[in-house]
């Protein structure tokens, strides 16, 4: 059965920490992995990674990606509250040579203190 | 503006009553899908639409239809709710790959909280 595990679910940490958050997945057919950020409503995407050891950087989120140990993190560096969120990571799933479903794993929920 | 619209965005009904969401999106993206998410368990695929007139099971599908007759338009059907549909539901879209991606964004509406008593 293919799945994505996040961990940690919840973390609390102080406004300039830095935060590592990390997901892992077993599936049959990988494709791509995908971050995304959910606050009070919808989720928004963040980084897409297909090839292992590049890293993806957006500002203080830096995300990278290890097809061989099958995981990924995403790095946030100088955490503000504004931060605080639901961290969602999915893996597109390979649907004959195009694009297939996502499967979530159930967010980090991280909470960024003054 | 790309858009991705949901209606309604609150719902509280009975049991038994059939309801639709609807979901329409501007973008003329050929993959739609269905998501709900609960606490604890995160975000779980409905069904998905790959075109128009294509549709399949995803990972909890019981207790719901779709239907896509056109390729901007996919409802979600409950045709006899029950409380344990109560949830937050998410429609989303997929742009096809970019020249020299492998894959695309995925787009969400703003979400449809349902409460069935």
């Known amino acids: 059965e293919d799945k994505v595990v996040q961990s940690p679910l919840s973390l609390v940490v102080h406004e300039g920490d830095t935060v590592t958050l990390n997901c892992s997945y077993e599936?049959?057919?990988?494709?791509?992995l995908l971050w995304y950020k959910q606050e009070k409503k919808a989720p928004t995407f963040l980084f897409m990674l297909?090839?292992?050891?590049i890293e993806k950087k957006s500002g203080r989120l830096s995300s990278i990606l290890d097809k061989k140990e099958l995981f990924s993190i995403l790095n946030i560096t100088a955490t503000q509250t504004g931060d605080s969120a639901i961290y969602l990571c999915?893996?597109?799933?390979?649907?004959?040579?195009?694009?297939?479903?996502?499967?979530f794993g159930k967010g980090t929920k991280l909470s960024v203190k003054p | 503006e790309a858009q991705v619209t949901q209606n309604p965005r609150y719902l509280i009904t009975v049991t038994g009553k059939k309801l639709t969401v609807t979901c329409s999106q501007n973008?003329?993206?050929?993959?739609m899908s269905w998501y709900r998410q609960d606490p604890g368990l995160g975000l779980r695929q409905i069904y998905y639409?790959?075109?128009?007139?294509?549709?399949d099971k995803g990972d909890v599908p019981e207790g719901y239809k779709v239907s896509r007759k056109e390729k901007r338009n996919f409802p979600l059907i409950l045709e006899s709710p029950s409380p344990n549909q109560t949830s937050l539901y998410f429609c989303?879209?997929?742009?096809?790959?970019?020249?020299?991606?492998?894959?695309?964004?995925?787009?969400f509406g703003p979400g449809t909280r349902l409460t069935v008593t």
């Open positions: 989303a879209t997929r742009s096809p790959p970019g020249r020299g991606l492998i894959t695309y964004e995925q787009y």
């Open positions: 599936v049959t057919n990988f494709r791509s």
């Open positions: 297909t090839s292992s050891g």
């Open positions: 999915a893996v597109e799933l390979n649907y004959g040579g195009s694009q297939g479903n996502l499967i």
């Open positions: 973008m003329n993206h050929e993959y």
């Open positions: 639409s790959m075109n128009v007139e294509v549709t």
